[in-house]
């Protein structure tokens, strides 16, 4: 009776990896028969639709040794990746470099074309080396033209320009000899249209900055209900949240203040062709000169300036509106630099070492927001303080 129940028991076992043996090749069978399916599908899916079967996206920078190796210069492969720009910014059909560590200007400036062309499928036109970076009160960039091409794929619209003159002509903080300026601008080589959710920035990398790294704060700027507010733009550049708040904002007007003429002139034209000029009422000029005229009128108030705009505080809250009791009420758009852990500390400081005591018992912090790094242990945040009274709602 022993032997029988050994004998059993092997059987009963054998069979079970038996059955286990079927069932993993079942699974590999199906899983083969499903992969197969899929890559079938694909390929039916793809040629009744046209399309050519996708590939794996090639990497910049095989496609910048690819290039170089082809130009016939340098052959050696590390150091060709090692002159590949780490840091670069792409706006419109221009490209703005920072060089690595350690690497000239006149070792990397023969393969600017490389580089432009390692874009491919997207079209650059314009390689410029970033030399300073961004500097002085009007935030101006300092670049060199590394390369152009001979032909241009990018070209300005020019009933779009012509409209845009008319109207800078007619303004009271512009001239005519600011319409020719802008002319001429549009002209230039480093003259570029940026699209970013939908709405067109178009501006001269030269003459002007872009930060790729405010992209969120612009994309919270297009989800604002302003439904018939008057707003006040202190600093508003060449439309960086003037545009994507006007465009879906539902705002009464915009007052775009800005004391870079070239920019001033850039947002006259973006508003034009993101059909909001009748939106927008640029000033061109300081703001503590210019706009007198808002002061008590106003919803919303952007002050979208860093690294600081502490000092304009008081400007910003007097172009609130009044309640009936005298206090300002409305929205302040507060940009600043702040550790990640002291920003309500911070921005509170600021508040108080400006305004006066009763002007600050009617701020209210609803929201802050990272937008980018900006130094070590330094980041770009934005808050929103609301100033209501306490005897009246907002």
């Known amino acids: 009776m022993g032997i029988v129940r050994v004998q059993r028991s092997l059987l009963w076992l054998l069979g079970a990896v038996f059955?286990?043996?079927?069932?993993r090749r079942q699974r590999r069978?199906?899983?083969?028969?499903a992969s197969l399916k899929t890559s079938i599908l694909k390929k039916l899916t793809c040629k009744s639709l046209g399309r050519k079967q996708p590939r794996v996206a090639v990497r910049k920078v095989d496609l910048f040794v690819e290039k170089v190796l082809a130009q016939g210069g340098l052959q050696d492969v590390d150091k060709i990746v090692?002159?590949?720009p780490r840091r670069f910014e792409l706006v419109g059909h221009v490209v703005v470099v920072k060089l690595n560590r350690g690497i000239a200007r006149d070792v990397f400036a023969p393969y600017a074309r490389a580089l432009a062309e390692s874009f491919f499928p997207r079209v650059i036109d314009v390689v410029l080396l970033d030399t300073m970076g961004i500097v002085g009160e009007l935030r101006e960039p300092h670049l060199e033209v590394l390369w152009s091409s001979a032909t241009s794929h990018f070209s300005v619209n020019d009933s779009l320009?012509?409209?845009?003159?008319?109207?800078?002509?007619?303004a009271s903080t512009f001239t005519s000899e600011d319409a020719e300026l802008l002319g001429s601008c549009a002209e230039a080589v480093t003259f570029t249209t940026h699209v970013e959710n939908g709405v067109r920035y178009s501006f001269d990398a030269c003459k002007?900055?872009?930060?790729?790294?405010?992209?969120?704060?612009?994309?919270h700027f297009a989800s604002i209900m302003a439904k018939d507010e008057v707003v006040v733009d202190m600093f508003a550049g060449i439309g960086y949240f003037t545009l994507p708040l006007a465009i879906n904002g539902g705002v009464k007007i915009v007052h775009a203040l800005e004391?870079?003429?070239?920019?001033?002139?850039?947002l006259a034209f973006n508003a034009v062709q993101n059909k909001v000029s009748d939106l927008i009422v640029i000033h061109c000029g300081d703001n503590r000169d210019m706009g007198s005229e808002l002061c008590g009128r106003c919803d919303r108030v952007i002050m979208g300036y860093i690294p600081s705009c502490e000092s304009f505080l008081p400007r910003a809250i007097s172009f609130l509106r009044r309640s009936t009791r005298g206090e300002p009420m409305g929205v302040v758009h507060y940009h600043l630099l702040s550790e990640k852990d002291q920003v309500i500390n911070t921005v509170t400081h600021h508040v108080r070492s400006t305004l006066d005591e009763a002007t600050t018992s009617l701020m209210r912090i609803v929201n802050f927001r990272m937008v980018k790094s900006y130094a070590p242990?330094?980041?770009h945040f934005v808050v929103d303080m609301h100033?209501?009274?306490?005897?009246?709602p907002e």
């Not at 069978?29 to 028969?33: G, K, Q």
């Not at 900055?209 to 994309?219: I, K, P, Y």
């Not at 004391?259 to 850039?266: D, E, P, T, V």
């Open 82 to 84: 090692g002159i590949f």
């Open 377 to 379: 242990k330094r980041f």
């Open 29 to 33: 069978c199906s899983r083969f028969f």
């Open 208 to 219: 002007v900055m872009f930060c790729s790294g405010n992209v969120t704060e612009r994309m």
């Open 259 to 266: 004391k870079n003429k070239y920019s001033a002139l850039y």
């Open 161 to 170: 320009l012509k409209v845009t003159k008319e109207r800078v002509r007619k």
């Open 19 to 23: 059955l286990l043996w079927v069932l």
């Open 387 to 392: 100033f209501s009274s306490l005897q009246e």
